[in-house]
């Protein structure tokens, strides 16, 4: 845990990135990535899979959708990491920018677009039996089917239906190559450990000539906590807890397992960087730090009301040192247009005494869904996007594009910012 006087940026990688040059070259808003923190939180997975025996069977599927910048994610390429993918669009984006390895996960889809998937080669997870039934019929080279375990309204093949998905299988000779499980987002360790029965019991009972089980995501990260050990699965547990389950219930040591983790991976890689437009302003209903950012729909925040950390900045874009107690006040955080409900972040901050117009606003762990849900309201544009890479060298992945271009502008290549 943090103590209320000492740094908030030492916990990270942004205590030692260059603000201050980005904010002189690129401006604010801007998001700032930092690819250490990627390939940390990837190695940490990895360590866990080595530790758990199970280093040769576990692979990595990143969903795309949650940072849908091709530069972030780049590493993966080097790493083994895959990426999973919904739509046709973002497939042939990630084949410009020389990503190999897919799962396809599209929910409900049209033939046409069942046979564009089949013609890939790649992993697709069906959602229905219609849309297994067209694929056998249509003779795609593999067949793989998303499961809803919670019986929701997401798509996937519901837990009633399984018996029918194995008849439909027997009936054409053919074996499911992976299922997938949906459980939910954001669980806790042991809810997600709750849920390996419940996958091995399908493999099982349904489909034991499967050769790969894919766990999907749902795992959880701690948006309220500061030390990077602290906001981060436990996969060393989890892992480890999955191994004795699978000796335990059988399951044959030629099966692989899949995961597809996105804020455990992405969340603290990234941070959002304001700019405040002028002193706090207090008025009978409320107070207010005006920025010259706009609302983001943040899955963690307005959703789920996770609690992202924020740290105010001077004009030197040093950190303004607050207990969060004294020597301030709460306000919340205006974004630049009149609508009624443009706040950068639901609830009230602390805002320390010395913020001012000439000040800067950060808030933490939006790596994961802000940027690709940044909100467009009333012709302001989108961010731009910096990517710190891992010898502290930041450069440019996304301009904001001109004042009458709304686009949201990912770079060919990277542009270096020289400090």
Known sequence: MTSATESKLAHGWLGSADLKTIAEQVGTPVFVYSEAQLLRNVDRIMRAAEAAGLRDRVDLYVPFFPNSNPHVLRPFQRLGVGLLVQLPGEYRLLKQFGFERFIVSPGHVSDE????????????????????????????????ARIDSLDSGKPGIKLRELDQLSALLAEHGRELDCFEVYCGSGNSREAMTEIIETLFSIFN???????????????????EAWAEDEKHFD????????????????????????????RDVLADTGALLLGVERSVITNPVSNIVVTDGTRMLMPSAQLRERHHHVVFLDEELREIPTDGQTGGCTAALRGRTILRHDYVLPGEVWVPDGVDGSSHLLILDVGAYCATQHMEFLNVPPAA??????????????????????WRHVLAEMQELKG
Not at 121 to 142: I, K, M, N, Q, Y
Not at 205 to 223: C, D, K, L, M
């Open 113 to 144: 677009e069942m046979t564009y998937w089949a013609q890939t080669g790649h992993p697709t997870f069906l959602s229905s039996l219609d849309e297994v039934r067209f694929s056998l019929e249509a003779g795609a080279p593999s067949i793989s």
């Open 205 to 223: 009972e349904h489909f034991p000539q499967t050769r790969s089980i894919n766990f999907a995501g749902g795992h959880g990260f701690v948006y």
């Open 235 to 262: 996969w060393g547990q989890y892992l480890g807890d999955l191994r004795a389950i699978a000796d335990r219930m059988g399951i044959p040591e030629h099966v692989r397992f899949m995961f597809e983790p996105a």
């Open 385 to 406: 996007e910096v990517l710190v890479d891992t010898d502290g060298v930041p450069h440019l992945i996304t301009d904001r594009g001109p004042e009458d271009d709304k």
